[in-house]
């Protein structure tokens, strides 16, 4: 089993910042891709960056720019740092790690949410 902690979550005004961290923990073998989500009030949830084990990053058109993904192997975390944040980033943040475990089996788990609202 794999669990996954978020932290890094909070009220900004426009213009500011934040950083979103997701570490996870259990029976992890190696990790392969790292993502960030968004899921805004009555919208669907939407890919915002990912990381592959390799370190290649995609991010959505709506954040390329202003926000980096990163990844730290040793503890097997990933942080979304968020820069130049506006109204619309208001949202509910998920990270998801695809872990391979023990037995070679891929697993994604999925973080609990960090709620983020940007003030105008």
């Known amino acids: 089993q794999v669990t996954l902690v978020e932290s890094g979550g909070g009220l900004v005004q426009a213009g500011g910042s934040l950083r979103l961290s997701c570490a996870a923990s259990?029976?992890?073998?190696?990790?392969?891709?790292m993502d960030w989500y968004r899921q805004a009030p009555g919208k669907q949830r939407e890919l915002v960056a990912t990381?592959?084990?390799?370190?290649?990053?995609q991010y959505a058109d709506s954040v390329q720019g202003r926000f980096t993904i990163s990844r730290d192997n040793t503890k097997n975390a990933t942080y979304l740092q968020m820069y130049s944040l506006k109204p619309e980033d208001t949202a509910d943040y998920y990270c998801?790690?695809?872990?391979?475990?023990?037995?070679?089996?891929?697993?994604?788990?999925w973080g609990q949410g960090a709620q983020v609202t940007v003030s105008s």
């Open positions: 998801a790690v695809t872990v391979i475990n023990s037995w070679g089996l891929a697993i994604t788990y």
């Open positions: 990381i592959t084990a390799a370190y290649i990053t």
């Open positions: 259990g029976s992890i073998r190696r990790i392969n891709n």
